[in-house]
């Protein structure tokens, strides 16, 4: 569903100083699997799925999603930002509906599933306040609900659970894989948890400091559906300390070298 080929992302930053964000990241995701980043902070997460979303255009490599070369923002993916970018004006309802609109598609005969997935998030209630009303956690879950409005087949999420506090980003984990399991989505999750990712993932990808490569990818052969009870279970503790070994060796090799 998503393949990239020689990613290489380069930067320049104002004082025209040249960044390496990514450099030769291949990378490839299939129909309908969940696949999870981590990697430390500033290793290009972001910006890979910024790439994906075709929000940017690479500085080298070649990405193509559902068989198409991307060469600009597509309808079948939606996105949840490391930040919830909602805007400001409009109200939490409005902001939800924001894609159809954007897209050009009638927003009206939506109204109720935004009504739907703002009740799932916890944020029934909450349609009509803006967002600098909300704190930044339910932000983050309008900013959910916008990125699901238009049933994407792909969804890309930059840490989407970040503002949340423990007990609702576990709510959300379950919510997440309910959906992805009665829609069949294609998603690429990036997250700093360990456990979150291997609770999620089909793969675990791991993401080297920059310029970010993909250091490994892990399969994550744990029955489904998952549930958090499953994290105290050998299996899964086994696969979390792989996911653990390959950031952490590498980090290792790299404080080594310096
Ligand atoms: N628009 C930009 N202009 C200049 N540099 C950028 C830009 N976007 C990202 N970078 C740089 O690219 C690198 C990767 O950034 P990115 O935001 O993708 O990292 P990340 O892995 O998502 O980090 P975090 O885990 O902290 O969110 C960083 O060094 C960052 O400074
Ligand atoms: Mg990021």
Do not use: Y
Not at 17 to 32: H, I, Q, W
Not at 119 to 142: D, K, W
Not at 197 to 226: E, I, Q, Y
Request: aromatic share 4%.
């Amino acid at each position: 569903m998503i393949r990239l080929e020689g990613i290489g992302q380069v930067f320049r930053s104002r004082d025209g100083a040249r960044v390496a964000a990514l450099d030769g990241v291949d990378l490839s995701v299939g129909r309908e699997q969940f696949v999870c980043i981590v990697g430390p902070s500033g290793c290009g997460k972001s910006t890979l799925l910024r790439l994906v979303a075709g929000l940017i255009a690479p500085t080298r490599g070649a990405i193509e999603v559902d068989g198409r070369r991307v060469d600009g923002p597509r309808e079948d993916v939606g996105i949840v930002f490391q930040k919830p970018t909602l805007f400001p004006w409009a109200s939490v309802l409005d902001n939800v509906l924001m894609p159809l609109k954007l897209m050009g598609r009638p927003a009206a005969p939506h109204g109720r599933r935004a009504l739907e997935l703002l009740e799932m998030v916890g944020l029934g209630g909450f349609e009509t306040r803006l967002p600098g009303e909300l704190s930044g956690g339910m932000q983050q879950r309008a900013a959910i609900c916008r990125a699901l409005i238009h049933d994407p087949p792909i969804l890309l999420m930059d840490e989407p659970f970040g503002a949340l506090d423990a007990l609702t980003r576990e709510e959300m984990t379950l919510e997440l894989l309910s959906i992805w399991q009665d829609r069949r989505k294609t998603i690429v999750f990036v997250t700093h948890s360990i456990t979150e990712a291997v609770l999620l993932a089909d793969k675990v990808v791991v993401m080297s400091s920059r310029p970010g490569r993909v250091v490994s990818s892990l399969d994550v052969a744990l029955p489904r559906p998952r549930s958090f009870a499953q994290e105290a279970l050998p299996e899964f503790q086994s696969v979390a300390a792989s996911v653990r070994a390959s950031i952490f060796s590498r980090r290792k090799a790299a404080a080594d070298a310096r």
